[in-house]
T-cell receptor, first 109, second 115 residues
């Protein structure tokens, strides 16, 4: 059974810091992995999608990597800003999407 | 704006009420999903529709009844709910092509409170 874990559950950093969020999954037979952002009480905003054949994707200050063999993905946020404060979720796609519980990020001004 | 809209945004209902949640996607996608998000738990997939056909029912109680009249609209009919059904209900859509799995786009959610 596929399980997705995100560590840490919560993180506070000062503005300007580079940071890494982690996502691990137990079954490497995935089609893709998607990172989302969720603001309090809101829906999910897609950040990056990495297909199983890819190793990384970049969008602006965000870079996501995927290592299927070790069951890991990282989301790198460069030069963090207070507007980056949100919960970050990863989801792996097998025959359906399985979500992690998220990392709640707070960037302090 | 993700191209997926949900109404209502907030709903309070008693355990004997019947209500419906509505989702509409303006992205031309062929698959739609209902998820439940409870506090401190991962998102739980409830139902999946591909080309208007239900392809996944993730052991959801019968008090939740989905309906997909066309590829752009998805409903979740609610009746005789329990207080533990209070949660954020999220709708999503994606374009499912043979051999290619594309990203999901989510609506803003309906915050449901069952009294």
């Amino acid at each position: 059974k596929q399980e997705v874990t995100q560590i840490p559950a919560a993180l506070s950093v000062p503005e300007g810091e580079n940071l890494v969020l982690n996502c691990s999954f137990t079954d490497s037979a995935i089609y893709n992995l998607q990172w989302f952002r969720q603001d309090p009480g809101k829906g999910l905003t897609s950040l990056l999608l990495i297909q199983s054949s890819q190793r990384e994707q970049t969008s602006g200050r965000l870079n996501a990597s995927l290592d299927k063999s070790s069951g890991r993905s990282t989301l790198y946020i460069a030069a963090s800003q207070p507007g980056d404060s949100a919960t970050y979720l990863c989801a792996v796609r097998t025959y359906k999407y399985i979500f992690g519980t998220g990392t709640r990020l707070k960037v302090l001004a | 704006e993700t191209g997926v809209t949900q109404t209502p945004r907030h709903l309070v209902m008693g355990m004997t009420n019947k209500k419906s949640l509505k989702c509409e996607q303006h992205l031309g996608h062929n698959a739609m999903y209902w998820y439940k998000q409870s506090a401190k738990k991962p998102l739980e997939l409830m139902f999946v529709y591909n080309f208007k056909e239900q392809t996944e029912n993730n052991s959801v109680p019968s008090r939740f009844s989905p309906e997909c009249p066309n590829s752009s609209h998805l409903f979740l009919h609610l009746h005789t709910l329990q207080p533990e059904d209070s949660a954020l209900y999220l709708c999503a859509s994606s374009q499912e092509d043979r051999g290619l799995y594309n990203e999901q786009f989510f609506g803003p959610g309906t915050r449901l409170t069952v009294l």
